[in-house]
């Protein structure tokens, strides 16, 4: 709560007119408009006196003056919601009703966004559909339609990550001869549910551990799906659809490894499974250790690659594994960024992410650093060889990784307002990744149509 | 013709803002800015179980009063305020959709709600809301809205009933 002499210095210029309400004397209550006037040195609302029995507040007892504003916006409704109300005992003075405020309560959509203060009120929402579930003896419960709510739970739109590792490792054995269509979707499959398992378990382990409830910033790329928090799946909900998640990647997992070299396929599938389960949940929680970036840095790069590229050509491929290290990269970026927001949130919880453990201008230098490592990468893979030289084209996506870095210079401190930089995270992932697989395409229709191709489609 | 005195109907018909006033469980007031929807009969606002503390007061003590007193906030051609006392009840019995039987007043009012419903998915819990319905008993117009003259008062008893 904020100190009333400080609460009204911000009264006067942002509202027209007080209202005072109170209780009549049949206990109804009654509320009526008046001017007003802040004398902040003396911690005093000076309001306009009111005429009318009915209408003049009591001197007696306790009083609420609430200021209230919102600018209309026509065609839409209105915008610059805020209120500050007071509560105390009024006092005569000159024809004239005073108030010194005991207590206060205020919210403007200006200083905290909405979804903030939407996000403080879950645990009312919560007690509030208990409590109707024990007047009603039915469970009430938040609702959505189950293609929203699997959505939602399994945060979907996230498999991007898993598809631009898998097509690269596809692409890049492709190009060295090897080529089964059935066992690229198997291997996607396996993958993204691997992947899916690790957002579910992500929201469990969350929720166990209170970093998702003391996070009151969440946005659409951070904060977890929420859905065990809002009441919209059960915790048990949740730990099936994770376990089923892992155990259908399990099986499509170990029948590739049986079909196509168990050891080495065994190897990369219990490891990326290892990284996935433990990347929240106990005794490791690599994320509350700082590693959550090494963790996807490996999962959603190399382990997923070399495993796509070792399922078609049966081999290991050190193209591979450097191919997926520019991605690798700027996957692990997305997390990095996604949990500049978290902070508060995280480090309540202990989560001890990069960003809880360094500084601002750390976490923009590294940002920066790593964003140029992982082009590099490309520019130098693609000059000696060491990959196909048409991913070159991958640099087309050095743009988006501007607005990031501007963003976080900027809205460091304003979740909502780096949301927008945070998507350009997830496109500058997506962008780099598919066009790295374009330039193996390109290499690939080079090198089935070229007898003797050029150095610059090889 | 609605139950209420045509100024009065006038104003809840166009505010975009009143300030419902409800009695907490320590018998006090507390005063929340909310879009009011009249249909003629009953004054209806709605609260997201996020914000439900106010539907929990009005669950123990249905008596309230709505003040529309914002001059931004009304479309009259001469500004008035009103306040309206009245009972409340609280229409939870579907949160998920019950609200929507209120949504056709809603959208004139606030034509977002419907771009905002769409992203239900993003705000699940925004969209499970209370319907309360007050049903007026006395209703207090300052004519040109000044307060410092005493108000037109109108006895509603039986009315909307």
């Known amino acids: 709560m904020t100190a009333p002499t400080e609460l009204l210095g911000r009264i006067e210029g942002n509202f027209t007119h007080a209202v005072i309400a109170f209780l009549d004397h049949e206990g109804y209550p009654m509320s009526v408009a008046t001017g007003f006037t802040i004398v902040p040195e003396r911690g005093v609302v000076v309001l306009d006196a009111v005429a009318g029995a009915e209408a003049s507040p009591p001197l007696d007892r306790e009083v609420n003056v609430v200021f209230s504003h919102i600018r209309p916006q026509p065609g839409i409704g209105y915008d610059e919601r805020r209120y500050i109300s007071l509560w105390g005992t009024l006092h005569k003075t000159d024809g004239h009703l005073e108030l010194v405020p005991e207590r206060t309560q205020h919210w403007d959509e200006q200083e905290m966004s909405f979804f903030e203060f939407s996000e403080r009120g879950v645990p009312q929402a919560r007690r509030y559909m208990d409590r109707l579930s024990a007047e009603t003896g039915t469970s009430v419960r938040p609702r959505l339609s189950t293609g929203w709510l699997f959505l939602r739970a399994t945060r979907l739109p996230f498999l991007s990550a898993t598809f631009v590792p898998v097509a690269l490792g596809v692409a890049v054995a492709a190009l060295d001869g090897h080529w089964h269509w059935a066992l690229a979707i198997l291997t996607l499959i396996a993958a993204s549910c691997v992947h899916l398992g690790l957002n579910v378990a992500n929201d469990v382990f969350d929720t166990l551990s209170g970093a998702d409830a003391a996070n009151v910033n969440p946005t659409q790329f951070s904060g977890g799906s929420r859905v065990i928090l809002y009441g919209l799946l059960s915790l048990r909900q949740m730990?099936?659809?994770?376990?089923?998640?892992?155990?259908?990647?399990?099986?499509?997992?170990?029948?590739?490894?049986?079909?196509?070299?168990?050891?080495?396929?065994?190897?990369?599938?219990?490891?990326?499974?290892?990284?996935?389960?433990?990347?929240?949940?106990?005794?490791?929680?690599?994320?509350?250790?700082?590693?959550?970036?090494?963790?996807?840095?490996?999962?959603?790069?190399?382990?997923m690659t070399i495993g796509a590229y070792f399922v078609q050509a049966k081999a290991w491929s050190w193209e591979a594994i450097y191919a997926s290290l520019p991605v690798a990269i700027l996957i692990a970026l997305v997390l990095y960024v996604n949990e500049v927001p978290d902070r508060p949130g995280d480090a309540k919880a202990g989560k001890r992410t990069l960003p809880v453990r360094w500084t601002k201008p750390t976490v923009i230098a590294v940002y920066a650093g790593s964003a140029a490592t992982a082009f590099a990468l490309i520019l130098i893979g693609a000059i000696t060889g060491a990959i196909a030289r048409p991913t070159i084209i991958a640099l087309a996506a050095i743009p988006l990784a501007l607005p990031v870095y501007r963003g976080l210079q900027e809205f460091y401190e304003s979740p909502y307002q780096l949301m927008p930089r945070m998507g350009k995270g997830v496109q500058l992932h997506m962008a780099t990744g598919l066009l790295l697989v374009v330039g193996y395409v390109i290499a690939i229709i080079a090198s089935h149509n070229i007898t003797n191709p050029p150095f610059f489609l090889r | 013709m609605g139950v209420l005195p045509a100024p009065i109907e006038e104003l809840l018909n166009t505010a975009l803002v009143a300030e419902l006033t409800v009695v907490d469980d320590r018998g006090r007031p507390v005063t929340h800015p909310l879009i009011p929807l009249y249909d003629g009969e009953r004054i209806y606002l709605t609260s997201s179980v996020l914000f439900s503390r106010k539907l929990e007061h009005i669950k123990d003590n249905g008596k309230v009063s709505l003040s529309i007193s914002?001059?931004?906030?009304?479309?009259?051609e001469r500004f008035r305020r009103a306040t309206i006392q009245g009972d409340a009840i609280v229409d939870d019995a579907d949160l998920h959709s019950g609200w929507e039987r209120v949504l056709p007043i809603w959208r004139?009012?606030?034509?977002?709600?419907?771009?905002?419903?769409?992203?239900?998915?993003?705000?699940?819990?925004?969209?499970?809301?209370?319907?309360?319905?007050?049903?007026?008993?006395?209703?207090?117009?300052?004519?040109?809205?000044?307060?410092?003259?005493?108000?037109?008062?109108?006895?509603?008893?039986?009315?909307?009933?």
């Open chain 1, 239 to 303: 730990v099936a659809l994770m376990l089923g998640f892992y155990a259908v990647g399990a099986g499509i997992g170990l029948y590739l490894a049986i079909s196509r070299g168990f050891w080495p396929l065994f190897g990369i599938g219990l490891a990326g499974l290892f990284i996935s389960v433990f990347y929240t949940a106990p005794p490791f929680r690599f994320v509350h250790r700082g590693i959550g970036e090494i963790c996807v840095f490996l999962g959603f790069g190399p382990i």
């Open chain 2, 70 to 76: 914002d001059p931004n906030a009304v479309k009259v």
């Open chain 2, 108 to 161: 004139q009012k606030e034509p977002a709600i419907d771009f905002f419903l769409g992203k239900r998915v993003a705000l699940p819990l925004f969209f499970e809301r209370g319907v309360i319905e007050i049903r007026p008993r006395r209703a207090f117009l300052w004519a040109d809205g000044r307060t410092d003259v005493a108000p037109q008062v109108f006895e509603l008893v039986g009315a909307g009933r």
